[in-house]
DNA sequence: ACAGGTTAGGCAAACGTTTGCCAAGCTTGA
DNA sequence: TCAAGCTTGGCAAACGTTTGCCTAACCTGT
């Protein structure tokens, strides 16, 4: 344990003169490779490793070895708690399994994605983490050039590829049915205007299920705006003043319903004696300020171990499986 | 915008090749030298490193610059709003500045962070950011050798160091004004139980400021829990189990808050009427579903420059400085 | 014509690893 | 006794950069 001064970090060479070896039986020997050395030598070896304090130089290794330990995430708005959740666990993940994980904030922007592509490629990261990602021509590039990508939430825009989400008709439509089996008819639907294919299928999954069970009018009102808050506060301003309050109103996100709640509490208008809202995301901040928010609940806190292990099946060739992840009512 | 194909991305023999010099010419292109080369050869190679898409490797730039671009950033527990605004914020000032950062979330485990500070050492990360730290033995040995680190919201262990954060001893006592300005007399104040520096001193700034204003009794409670969330939940029911329910509470984050607020809401205790809430920390989503709580509120998205700042004062040799960033009342 | 200075650019040695290949010494079987 | 094989370990070449030093060629002033 004894820690080397500052000057210059221990390296296989410190190593090599400290146990009397070369430099390459020290690596053999880091690297587990203990067939080819003697019982003696490997103790003197691991001795010296310690005494010096030596520990591996990355930049060497991946420099050597070309592909490094590292793994990019890029994903949009870090403050989301959807994508902190991701984000956590992902790192959890990566690390069990031996990576590590550099996070980028895309800000839904292609130029900032493209940007952070970039730049992790150069940083020879072995594996890319596409969390909400939008279509963007380097983005379209690397898939062309068959990079290591998995696509999470948001399917990859070219089609194929490695891909962790949940069954986004499906949740829409379970969003239908918590409604309709409360014995509520006029029911409405929030969304963000330029939607992803995310919103798009919750949206429709939601839409063809209370068609299915009878509705006649879903009523849709859909905003613009930097957040999910907004655009929930926005989106149900403009549809009771087109179609006054619904019996239920179904958010998109639960970030969407909050703001939806901002402006019926402004409005005088309880929540959810008067209208019943229902989110999809299940934030477990929900149970302990939002009581009043139903929600499909999705695990984001479990998605960390698929992914790695869809990128785990990308590295060995294995192309494009997906991993549809389970959600439920709460 | 000619793309290579995925066999061996461009290095600079690659570029030198194709433009007809040495490599020696395109590394000091690359990195700016212009004096040491004629426009026409200059003009040349820039060509040839578009026409490749040549990117630098950064492998071999840190190997042989002995410093990479890589700052990395120790946080507990990244589901927690604040630090995910503290993350957000200063990935993007680093990135700014042309750096990439590592996130790493040591679940408030001494063990933890120390197994992150050794694996990022070895990766040369150039700077260390640690939020919200916990004393272990590696992070006292990089602070011995005079790693560069900056500290955020919780100071160093060891006393001395880069340090950004708020003044907690004003906050408690703005948060005691608070209550004591709308003419609460009978105040709590709800704490983890083995809390850090921070708690516990926005506890004494609270406690002393109301006992200077001419309190004689201030209600305290502690509990232990996973997150914030449960402690207050807990705090708050041996509180007002022992005491009954004060006219204001006061909780050291607003995670405590919602905790107290959940225990409230299930003894159909009135908040804010019967009890006022007073948190710290100033969570976004407040204003959108907990407009009953009132917060000190702190611009957790504006750390990210001053600890980059901090960072670079840190490389240039300035060892300790400290930016202790503004609160406000809301 | 020549000394001295500037300009333009190449050579080669590092940085820390990994790994194919070689070699010396030993064992074993015929 | 010798050939063949195994064990143990070293040599040296890469990987992609950066940079101190060298060297031509040209320029300028006398």
Not at 90 to 99: C, D, N, P, V
Not at 152 to 172: E, H, M, T
Request: net charge positive; glycine share 8%; proline share 5%.
């Amino acid at each position: 344990m004894t820690r080397k001064q500052r000057s210059t970090p221990a390296s296989l060479a410190t190593v090599a003169a400290a146990a009397g070896v070369s430099i390459a039986t020290v690596s053999r020997i880091v690297n587990g490779e203990t067939r080819r050395a003697s019982a003696e030598t490997i103790a003197r070896v691991r001795k010296a490793i310690a005494v010096v304090g030596y520990q591996p130089n990355h930049a060497g290794r991946t420099l050597r070895r070309r592909e490094s330990r590292l793994v990019a995430m890029l994903a949009p708005n870090l403050e989301n708690p959807v994508m902190a959740a991701i984000a956590a666990s992902t790192e959890a993940a990566l690390r069990a399994a031996g990576y590590v994980m550099i996070l980028c904030d895309t800000h839904d922007r292609p130029d900032l994605q493209d940007e952070y592509l970039n730049a992790m490629r150069s940083q020879v990261v072995r594996g890319y983490i596409m969390v909400a990602s939008v279509p963007s021509p380097v983005l379209k590039d690397f898939v062309a050039d068959g990079a290591p990508i998995v696509f999470v939430n948001r399917r990859p825009p070219s089609g194929r590829g490695a891909f962790v989400g949940i069954d986004n008709i499906k949740a829409g439509a379970d969003a239908a049915d918590m409604l309709w089996s409360a014995g509520l008819r006029r029911c409405g639907v929030l969304t963000p205007a330029q939607g992803s294919s995310v919103t798009r299928d919750r949206l429709k999954g939601f839409c063809d299920r209370l068609r299915a069970l009878g509705t006649e009018d879903v009523y849709k009102a859909e905003a613009t705006g930097r957040s999910h808050l907004e655009i929930g506060y926005e989106a149900v301003q403009r549809l009771t003043a087109r179609d006054g309050w619904p019996e239920g109103l179904m958010c998109v996100s639960d970030q969407i319903a909050y703001g939806a709640y901002r402006f019926a509490r402004e409005s005088d208008v309880v929540i959810p004696e008067r209208c019943m809202l229902v989110g999809i995301d299940g934030n477990p901040l929900n149970r302990w300020i939002a009581p009043w928010l139903r929600s499909i609940e999705i695990m984001y806190e479990e998605f960390g171990q698929p992914i790695v292990e869809l990128l785990d099946q990308v590295w060995r060739g294995g192309g494009n499986a997906e991993r549809i992840m389970p959600h439920s009512v709460a």
